[in-house]
């Protein structure tokens, strides 16, 4: 009988040692397999399965649905999920869904949050397409939630992991995402191929003329031959050694000296010029400029005319917006020019014209992205009467609707007789003992005067809505420094040029021991000038790689398809009487 049973047994001692080496992979449990039921009839059996079997059957069920683009559903049944049912493998892959989801809606922190699972700590254990795609979901919740150097990190650990197509987009998306950041950020790195790519983002920004960039970049491949960006560059840094290295010698700058704009004016080019003294002194060019008076100049063809006997390569103006109109509407000018204003919204300039200035819309739209980061979605809106105050409602409104939020409520700024009354309205505030206003909004958008917004901040106080946040364009800031109208102004966050943000900046203190009102409001307009100078070597750039972003005094610029050049700013906010500078967005 013995004799019998002992195979038997044998076989089963070995099955029992079989269990016992298998249990580290036991213990992290097995990835859900493509499914030969539908949704539904996984979800039917899943009613009819004991806990864990049910957890397993929602999971696959929720996958499939997620496959099939069923957003919701596929949100439906991860709500009905309870991972501690499940096994790691199986609550990295449920946790990785989620993220997915939340980004498909829109939510980076709830991505990052559903990443944060304890499982994650065996992610290598897992199969390799399963590790790429938790690490992958984890980089683009970083971005889109503007850590872009974390981002950036979680993409260069996850490069080895990678092969084909998605090597090359994820080589691609490093890039992208180091020469976002600002230069502060490009330090060195315990992870040496991560210094690399901060070294080669930091050697390319310092860099100013494109033939100083290329020889940049040259020098870091030398430097770095083996680094994954030397052996295969970046491709707009490919294009941009590839551009063609014509240097500017020659600029006509175009402004008025008489009429309104003369004051204006006086400050762009002060600004203009110091930018180009602080470069000579850093003998970083030998450019040559003109400066014609624009208000001088009997016709566009007369202006053309001049240039070029004179040798100019670039003009650098109109400031007045009518002669930016003419402009725009020739099919062509006979030479590149940079306006200082923009023409009428919609008309389509030539290719040589490209448009630059202190938009109000820009500023508009940089409310909307900065309120939605925020976690805000219900907004009222109070602008200035007028021409001006329609335009910056209707930027304000059609970029929040496109980013998903609803505007509730807008009106225009009227008598100072009016506020009151125009407040109530927009806040449904009710009278009676306990007069109670409208809960179903986030915040206030402002587009308003100094003087304007000093009346508002105490009325939302005398209106029970002081607890209402207020998000503003810049105008609202007289850089006075008046501490009492700053206190009127208490807890108001406003988008400001780098400029009147940072008094330590060093062409700013140079201008400033010249021309005091170059710290006043009037800044805004020296900074342009000098933004001006920045951009005049750099048009060629931004037109071949309008990836590029240039971090400029007035703010960081790009070139938009129209070719008009776009501003987003930093943030503050008025705090005690001060003005207190904010994070970047989250």
Request: glycine share 6%.
């Amino acid at each position: 009988m013995m004799a019998r049973l002992r195979p038997l047994l044998l076989l089963c001692f070995a099955a029992l040692l079989a269990a016992c080496s298998s249990s580290p992979s036991s213990t992290l449990g097995e990835l859900p397999r493509t499914p030969q039921a539908s949704t539904q009839q996984l979800l039917q059996q899943a009613q009819d399965s004991s806990p864990e079997k049910a957890a397993q059957l929602r999971l696959a069920a929720a996958q499939q649905s997620y496959q099939q683009g069923n957003l919701k559903q596929t949100g439906d049944i991860l709500r009905q999920l309870d991972l501690a049912l499940l096994k790691p493998a199986q609550q990295i892959f449920a946790s990785t869904l989620a993220a997915e989801l939340a980004l498909a809606d829109g939510n980076p922190q709830q991505a990052l949050a559903a990443l944060q699972h304890p499982a994650f700590e065996r992610l290598g254990e897992l199969p390799l397409d399963q590790q790429i795609r938790s690490r992958l979901v984890r980089a683009q919740a970083l971005e889109a939630d503007k850590q872009l150097l974390a981002a950036a990190r979680e993409r260069v650990e996850s490069a080895p992991l990678l092969s084909g197509a998605s090597a090359e987009d994820n080589h691609e998306a490093i890039w992208r995402l180091v020469s976002a950041l600002p230069r502060d950020e490009l330090q060195q790195d315990s992870d040496p191929t991560l210094s690399g790519w901060l070294a080669l983002g930091d050697t390319v920004k310092q860099a100013g003329t494109l033939n100083q960039q290329q020889n940049a970049i040259e020098h870091w491949r030398q430097q770095n031959p083996q680094h994954p960006a030397a052996l295969r560059l970046p491709e707009p840094l490919d294009k941009l050694l590839r551009l063609e290295a014509q240097p500017l010698t020659h600029i006509a700058l175009l402004l008025p000296t008489d009429g309104p704009l003369a004051g204006p004016a006086r400050a762009l080019r002060d600004g203009f010029l110091a930018a180009h003294l602080q470069a000579q002194a850093e003998q970083r060019t030998e450019l040559k400029i003109e400066l014609y008076d624009s208000s001088r100049i009997a016709s566009i063809d007369e202006l053309y005319q001049r240039a070029a006997r004179d040798g100019v390569q670039l003009i650098i103006g109109p400031l007045e917006k009518e002669q930016v109109r003419k402009l725009a509407d020739r099919q062509a000018l006979p030479l590149p020019t940079l306006a200082l204003n923009y023409s009428d919204a919609g008309q389509i300039a030539p290719p040589q014209l490209f448009q630059f200035g202190l938009a109000a819309e820009d500023e508009a739209r940089e409310v909307a992205h900065r309120a939605w980061a925020d976690g805000h979605r219900r907004a009222i809106a109070l602008t200035t009467r007028g021409d001006w105050g329609n335009r910056v409602q209707q930027a304000f409104r059609q970029s929040w609707q496109e980013l998903g939020g609803t505007l509730v409520a807008a009106d225009s700024i009227g008598q100072p007789v009016e506020l009151a009354g125009q407040i109530a309205r927009l806040l449904q505030l009710t009278s009676g003992d306990t007069p109670t206003r409208r809960q179903d909004v986030d915040f206030l958008f402002l587009a308003a005067t100094p003087q304007q917004a000093q009346q508002v901040k105490p009325t939302l106080v005398f209106q029970y809505a002081d607890d209402l946040p207020v998000y503003a364009t810049s105008h609202l800031f007289s850089a006075s420094n008046d501490r009492t109208q700053y206190l009127d102004l208490e807890g108001i966050r406003f988008a400001e040029t780098p400029w009147l943000l940072d008094s330590q900046l060093p062409l700013r203190q140079q201008v400033e021991q010249k021309w005091p009102q170059a710290g006043s409001s009037l800044g805004r307009l020296y900074a342009m000038g000098a933004d001006a100078y920045l951009l005049a070597p750099r048009l060629n750039q931004l037109l071949a790689l309008p990836e590029t972003r240039l971090d400029g005094l007035s703010g960081s610029l790009t070139l938009n398809p129209e070719r008009r050049i776009e501003r987003s700013l930093p943030w503050a906010q008025f705090r005690n009487g001060q003005i207190e500078r904010l994070a970047d967005t989250p």
